[in-house]
Structure formats: structure tokens, C-alpha cells
């Protein structure tokens, strides 16, 4: 793919093929994300436009650009999303129905307009002009072209960016740090908890599962003294899921041990 | 090929980066709708860069990117802080300035 | 000549005012004889600077004294300064004498009433304000006195305010005031303007190089003062509803004191009088269209205190005419003043003592053969009616034949005109007072049984025993040797007189005056020998409107009130509409505008996203445009 991209900046027609077909989907994509309901498929949907545009940038002799769009978006800065999007729930689907009046409406005029006016200024201010080409500014590689520029003519502005870059590494942490507002919950107050609560049955804690001698794993209720399974023993949501197991079935036959 | 189609399609992405901003509620979204009409003007400069035979857009274009990472970072705990105060992701909540 | 007891005469009852007023309910038992020995030391220190003033030769009589500076603004210097004067000694007697008399009356005539306390503080204001009215020095001085005397005026008027008419009839009154108030101040003004001092002596200093036409100015809006004080045509509207106020009262202030203010004002003012003719026919024109109008009304009227209020009006017009004829006339004004002053006082307090007996009624329809159970008030009225209507030797003969004679020697068309006028006013004078004596003390009884008349307590019949001795001697007291006249003339400045023309022989115009005189009694004795209980009502179309007030009241509605008050509905409209409305308009543009705005604030940061968005829109269409 890699080298299909490099190669199709060279000539013409592969370019074209590779536009047209990458362009339309890139298109999709984007109207796809901005309809879809949940912002899971909105994050993949974009992940996927920023690898079109990836091989767009390769196509265009920004190979590092190319390298650092995969690397940098699809990489870091989409799995950061997703992360997000776990963390704040991922299940949430967001309600399409507008309910600011005059909102969406305003807002496609808006974007009509917008495309139009854009268009419509690159149409005119490319009118009459070819492409240079980057194959000159290239001719000692991409990286280094782009190295050269960057600790020379713009070394200032890289400087910059790294100051931008930590300060906003600490903000996030700021912003993400919550103050403890309770003191810890240790041991000890659980078990006050435990007295303190409406029932002494479960003062001494839950119930472990399994059942003794035959068989212990988290999936099989412990048996109460009585031969029944004890239902608090085991997580609800193995219950839930019906991943329980029986635990009648490990249960002691004293009566047959003795027969045998 | 025309190479202005690659600055139409950045345009048209732009704009629907835009719509998104505008339109949609939850704020992970809204953001990634900002990234993806960064990643149109970014489109925009490398195009740029070839149609002028230089590299300065595409540094521009690589200054764009690490903006937009630093943005990611501090805009998405921004989310995080605000889900964590009030349960929720959209935009539209946080609406305490209204009237 | 300096004094300084001079301040005691105001100070003393305008304490005792303040003081009765604080007081509150403590001092109602012993308020009202506070206030009568108040206003008989006021009436003390009168007589003993009388007696200072009468030791001292002709041209060392005035005194002053000055109290403190009280406007002193560049070369404007007003300091409240008193003037005791021969003038102001004769209203200081007038006041103090008379006003202590009817506090005296008043003990017993208000003494049923529960804010009797009250009553009495303010007529120590009423005395205190008339006092320092007559005793300043400057016409500043003398406003705020005018004003002091209004406001007592309204004050005891509205008396029994919670009558509404009775309230209605004070503020009646007050406004009317308030109009010639405004002559008053005007004139002031003018007097500063022209001649830069508001004194007396200031502006008698400044006359003689004035002009004409600001002396005009200035007499004519002294005469609006004096009209909208002494209830002349054309504010004479209120003396009438006045009569609301209690009996002493309408004695004290509407008939002996307050309303003559207005002669007093005209007589100080003299010199400008003097110097304008113009404003001396006004003068006499206003005097003698009210001694006609208030004789007619008196003619009329079936309220005893009506009747004499009218007459009231009528007497000040003789004195307002007599003091528009100039120097030869002031002093008969004056002596004209001070005799009615005892008269009229002397029959208000008759008809007060009358109704009094009669539980307050004034219909003199329901009066009749009331001589006979009230002796004393019957001789005291009776000796008041032989003054008022000039039957000689009683002091009205003297002052009123006078106001005739010097009239008829004004001189041409106007002399007789003006003559004409006196002398039918005192046939009519004569006419509606023989009405009112035969009406109430002759014929037969014709109230109900219920109706216990009596003859009133001493402490009232004797101040109208002091004021009939008064109605009998002064004027022959005033006349012989013309004491008065030489008395005021360092004052009022009669070596000025004109040498006019006599037109009749001074015996002749006397004949003639008693010839009216006698007229006017007969056919009132032949016109009233029979009185029906209830007022005829096919009367002529002269009766009907007499008993209206001439239409006054109609006319005032009609002309000043109807279009006056259109005039304020309609800048209220104006205002609510026009200028308000402008107001509204910007401010429901504004808010209109910004209720619009405001929803783009409605705190979505996606729609804030979305104006940035058509903000962006813009900002290319513009490039777009411009790179067109």
C-alpha cells in the first residue's frame, strides 16, 4: 500500500484512480460519522477517513506527514478517543432530535454557504495555475527536507510547540485529578459497616463460593449446612449471565460411600 | 488529475466538520468532528505544499497536528472532568450561562 | 427713631401659637385665656407705643427696628426690619384691639367645640402674621406676612374641615389668593428690577426717575394683590364661601382685618400710585364695579353671613375706590377702613351671637323678632347698621359721606360717574341692611319650636358693647379737627392734593347721601314687612342671579375652571401619549430588539458554535466579494 501510494504520485492516472476511489469513501465516511448514532462508530468512521487522508498525504509527497497522520491520529489520538468514549460510557447513544430551534437548519444553510463560498474561491484562485511539484524540494527525502525546515526557518516555532506540548500534558492532569473529598475506606470501617447494617447475618462477611472437599471455583455456590446452595456466595452477574453451576451435583452421598 | 480536487475535498470535509460541531450533542463527538476539520485544513496545506513546490506547508501542517494532539489531550479532560461532575457527555447540559 | 419693642408685637402671638400648637391636649384648658392675655399684651405694647409716638413731634413719629439681615446677596441687601409708622400704628390698634375683643368672644363662642385650642393658636398666628403684614418695612417683609395671613386664612376657614364643603370653601379661597399672590410677587420682582431695592423707602426714593409705564406695571400688579386679598372684582369670588369659617372669624379676619389688607397695600404704596394715573383708574375702576357688585349681592342673600360678607365686599370697594383717587383719598380710605373695621367686626359678632342662639342657624328667613329675647345683641347690631348705612353722627356717615364727596370731585364724566356709583351704592348699602335688621330682629317669629333663642354670655355681648361704642364715636372721633387726616399725613403725603374741582358743596352731597339713605330704608321697611319662611321662587331674573353671586361662580367655571381643566386633560394626554409615548417607543424598540438578541443567548455553546460559524461565513464572503 505504502509503496503503491508513493508510486501513484508520479503519474497521472493512478492518482486519479486512487482520488476517486478514496475521495467518494472519505466523503461517506465523513457524512456517515456526522449521522451516526453512537459515537463509537462516529470514532471509526473517522479513524478511517484520517488513513484515507494518510494515503492522500503520501500520495502527495508528505511522506512523513503520511507516517506521522497514521502514527499521531489513527494511533494516539483515536485510541485516546475510544478510551474516552469507554471510560464515559460506551453504550450511550446520543439522541439525533435537535432541540435547539432554528439550530439545524441554520446550520446546513450555514454549511451550504460555506462549501459554496470555499469552492467556489478555490475554483477561482487556481484558475490558469499547474502544480510546481515537490520532487525538487524533496530531492534530499522528505525527512529531511522537512527536518531542515523545521531546525532552521522554524525553529522557534518547534520550540514553542514543545512548551505548548507540556503545559498541556500538565493541564490534562490538573483537570483530571479529583480531590479526595472522604477519607480512604479501610478495613476496619467496612467491618463497622458491616455490624452498623440491618442484618448480622452478614457480619462475618459473604459467604465464599465453591463447595468443600469436591469442588471450589467461582462459578458453583457454596451449600448451606442443610445441603441448599447459599445464593449470596457467588457474583450476581454469573447469575445473571447463567454461567452458574449447579452445586447439588458435587454434593456428598455419605449413604452410598458407605454401601460401596 | 486536477490537484484543486484535493482542496475541494478538504473543503467539503471542512464543512462537514463543521456541520458536526454545530449538530451533534455529545461532546466526544463534537470533538471529533473539530479534529476531523483540522485534518481537512491540514489536507489543505499539504496540497498547498505541492501546488508551490516547498515544504513550508507541510510543516505548517505538521505544527497543526501537534496542536491538535495537545487540543485532544486537554479537551478530553476537559470531558472527562464534566462527565465525572455531571453524568453526562453532552454539550448541552453544561448550559448554566443560558439567560 | 429706633425701637425695640417693636418685634414683641409679632413675636409674642406667634410664640404663644407655636406654643399652643405643641402643647397638644395639655394645654386645653387653659390655651384660649393664654392666648387672650397674649393678644392683649400684644394689644399693651400697641397702645404704649401709640403713646410713645403721639409725645413726638409730626416728622419724628416713625420708628424702626432692625431685626436681622436676611438676604444679602451683592449689592441686594432685604434685612428684616420693622416700620412702626402713623399708618401701621392704626392697623396695629385695629388688630390687636379688635382681635383681642373677638378672642374675648371666641371663649364663650367656641367654648362647646374640642379643638378650641386650636382655634385659638391660630389666631395668634393669624394676629402675628397681620402684625408683621403691616409692620415690615420692605415689600419682602410684607410678603411673607400676606402670606402668613393666607395661610391663617385658609387654616380658619377650613376650620371644621370635616365638613367637605367647608374644606372646598378654604381652598376656594386659598387658590384665589394664590392669584393675586402672584400680583404680589410680580410686583415685587418689578420693584427690584427697576428700581433695585424692595423696601418702601428704596422704591419711593427711585419713583420720581421711573417710567411711566413700570409704574403702571408695578400699581397694576399691587392691584391684582390687593383684589386677590380684599376679595375685589374680579377675585371677589371667595369672601362669600369664606363664611364657613366660625363666626369670630369671618369678624376678625374676613371683614374688620385680613381682607382690608389690600387698602393697606394701595395706601403704603402710594407713591406709585401717585405717579401713575393710569394705575389709579384701574384703582377706582375695580373699587367701584365691587361696591356695586357686593351691594347687589347683599341685596339677595338669605344667610345672615352671606348677606354681611357681600357687604363686606362692598365697603372695601368704597375704600378701594377712595384710595384710587389718590392723595386726597388715602387717609378716607384709611378712616373708612378703620370705622368698618368697628361695624362690620360688631354685626359679625351680632349675627354670631344670633346664631349662636338660634343652634347655628343662618337662614334669616327663620329668624324674625329676635330684638326682642336678645336685647343686647339687637342694640349692639342695631348701633352697627345706623354706621354702616351713614346715618349721622355714627362713625360710617363720617368715613362713607366722604368716600361721596371726594368721588363727586374727581373731576369731568368720571366724577360723576364715579359719584353716581358711592351714592347708589349706599341707597342699596342702606337697602339690604334694613332687609337684614328688619329679616332678623323685626316682624314675627318665624322659627320652629324647636329653636330656643337667648341672649348670649356676657363674655360676648360685652366685645360687642366695646365694638358698638367703637361704630358710634370713632368716626366723629377720626373727623373732628380732621385728626386722622393730619395724623397720616406725614405718611400719606396730602400736600400733594390737587386743587379739584367741587363739583357740589359738601352739605349737598351729604343731603344727598341721607336722601339715598333714606330710599334705600324705606323700601326696604315697605319690601319686607312680610317675610315668607321659604324664598319666593318666581322672583325676577335680577333676584335669581343676585342670589348666585351675579354668576361668578358660573362665570369663573365656565371661562377659568371648564377650559382650564380641558386644557390640563389635554397636556395630559399629550404627555401620556406624545412624550411618553416617545419614551415607551424607545424603550419597547430597546427591549424589543433586545428580547430578539437575547435568545441568541441562550447559553447552548453549540449555537455560540454556530454564530462563529456564519461569523466565518461572513469573513469569506467578504474575501470572496472583494477578490471578485
Redesign the interface.
Known sequence: MLNFALEVGKTHTPEAVLFWFLAPLAVLSALGMLMAKKAVHSALLLAWIMISLAIFYIAEDALFLGIVQVVVYTGAVMMLFLFILMLVGVDTADSLVENIKGQRAASIAAAIGLAGLLTSLIGRANMGRSAVGLTGANANGNVQGLAEQLFTKYVWAFEVISALLITAALGAMVLAHSQRIRSRTIQRDQSIARFRGSSLAEAAGLPGSGVYARHNAVDVPALLPDGTPAPTSISAVLEARGDMIESGTFALQPKEEEEN | ?????????S????????????????A??????V??ML?AA??AF??F????????G??A???T??????????G??????M??SRRS?S??D?????? | MTSSHLVYLIALPLFSSAFLILMGRKADKWGHIFATLISAAVFGVGVSEFMAMHSRAGDMRAVTQHLFSWISVGTFQVDASLLLDQLSICFVLLISGVGTLIHIYSIAYMSHDKDRRRFFAYLNFFIAAMLLLVLGDSYLNLYVGWEGVGLASYLLIGFWNQKPTYATAAKKAFVANRVGDVGLSLAIMIAFAQFGSVTFDGVKAGVHGASPAALTALGAMLLLAAAGKSAQFPLQSWLGDAMAGPTPVSALIHAATMVTAGVYLITRSNFIFDGSSTARLLVVIVGGITLLFGALIGTAKDDIKKALAASTMSQIGYMILASGLGPVGYAIAIMHLLTHGFFKAGMFLGAGSVMHGMDDEVNMRRYGAIGKVMPITFATFGLGYLAIIGVPPFAGFYSKDKIIEIAFNAGGTKGIILGGATLLGAAITAFYMTRLMVMTFAGSKRWDDKAHPHESPVLMWLPMVVLAIGSVATGFLFNSGNSLVNWLAPVLNPNNVESGSELMKPIVVSSLALLAVILGVALAVTKYRTVPVEAPEDVSIFTKVARRDLLQDAFNETVLMRPGQILTAGLVKTDYFAIDGLVRLIGAVVSGTSTFLRRIQNGYVRSYALIMVIGALALIATIWVVTL
Do not use: P
Not at chain 2, 13 to 20: E, M, N, R, S
Not at chain 2, 28 to 33: E, Q, S
Not at chain 2, 49 to 56: A, F, H, T, V, Y
Open positions: 488529475m486536477d490537484i484543486s480536487n484535493y482542496l475541494y475535498l473543503a467539503i470535509l471542512f464543512t462537514i466538520g463543521a456541520i458536526g460541531v454545530v449538530v451533534r450533542r455529545n466526544i463527538v463534537v470533538f471529533m468532528c479534529e476531523l485534518n491540514n489536507l499539504v496540497t505544499s505541492r501546488i508551490n513546490g516547498n515544504l513550508d507541510q510543516v501542517s505538521f505544527f497536528m501537534v496542536v491538535a494532539a495537545c487540543e485532544v489531550v486537554v478530553l479532560a476537559i470531558i472527562v472532568t462527565y465525572r457527555a454539550v448541552d453544561a448550559s448554566l450561562l443560558k439567560r
